[in-house]
């Protein structure tokens, strides 16, 4: 049964959404501890924007980041994420693909750490607790009225959807 937690944390590394929707899965099917599932999901997520912050960081050294953070608005633009940090990260979070830039921003930025990590703590305990709970209660009354094949309808969904969106951003338009 190593192989459940482990594949719920490595898909909270890369996808946070995807590791609830796993987590749901082994705790309706497979008889696996919600609080487990939880710690996992939130786990990967939280080394997963942990990551996304470091690459920030990394991003400084690249030579047209560091024109972009010589460039007069750079501070000014500090200094509103600053201000602003607990509602842009509440907001980045909640709102789908606006995390990633978010978090980028903060470490390219210099926002410290210390600063930040509880934000994204918080949240995503959050974000976690209320989708893990939403999926395993709909998912437990799914499989109980439609049976072991309900599962497909929602992963063939976010497959082809996910899909569907890496096939729009990287094909060229009009060619």
């Given at each position: 049964?190593?192989?459940?937690?482990?594949?719920?944390?490595?898909?909270?590394?890369?996808?946070?959404?995807?590791?609830?929707?796993?987590?749901?899965?082994?705790v309706?099917?497979?008889?696996?501890?919600p609080?487990?599932?939880?710690?996992?999901?939130?786990?990967?997520?939280?080394?997963?924007?942990?990551?996304?912050?470091?690459?920030?960081?990394l991003?400084?050294d690249?030579?047209?980041?560091?024109?972009?953070?010589?460039?007069?608005?750079?501070?000014?633009?500090?200094?509103r994420?600053?201000?602003?940090?607990?509602?842009?990260?509440?907001?980045a979070?909640f709102?789908?693909s606006?995390?990633?830039?978010a978090?980028?921003?903060?470490?390219?930025?210099?926002?410290?750490i210390?600063?930040?990590?509880?934000?994204?703590?918080?949240?995503?305990?959050?974000?976690?607790?209320?989708?893990?709970?939403?999926?395993?209660?709909?998912?437990?009354?799914?499989?109980?009225?439609?049976?072991n094949?309900a599962?497909?309808?929602p992963?063939?969904?976010?497959?082809?959807?996910a899909?569907?969106?890496i096939?729009?951003?990287?094909t060229?338009?009009g060619?």
């Amino acid at each position: 049964m190593i192989a459940a937690p482990l594949a719920i944390f490595l898909l909270g590394c890369l996808h946070e959404d995807m590791a609830i929707l796993a987590a749901g899965y082994f705790v309706v099917e497979r008889g696996l501890s919600p609080w487990l599932a939880g710690g996992l999901a939130f786990g990967g997520l939280l080394f997963n924007n942990l990551l996304l912050y470091y690459l920030g960081m990394l991003l400084r050294d690249h030579p047209w980041m560091r024109r972009w953070l010589l460039n007069k608005h750079a501070p000014i633009i500090r200094r509103r994420l600053e201000r602003h940090l607990v509602t842009t990260l509440t907001l980045a979070r909640f709102g789908h693909s606006m995390l990633m830039p978010a978090l980028v921003g903060c470490g390219s930025l210099r926002i410290p750490i210390q600063r930040v990590l509880p934000v994204i703590a918080l949240t995503g305990a959050v974000y976690v607790a209320v989708l893990l709970t939403i999926v395993i209660v709909l998912g437990a009354a799914v499989m109980r009225n439609l049976g072991n094949w309900a599962w497909i309808v929602p992963v063939t969904l976010a497959l082809g959807t996910a899909v569907w969106i890496i096939r729009r951003r990287f094909t060229r338009h009009g060619a």
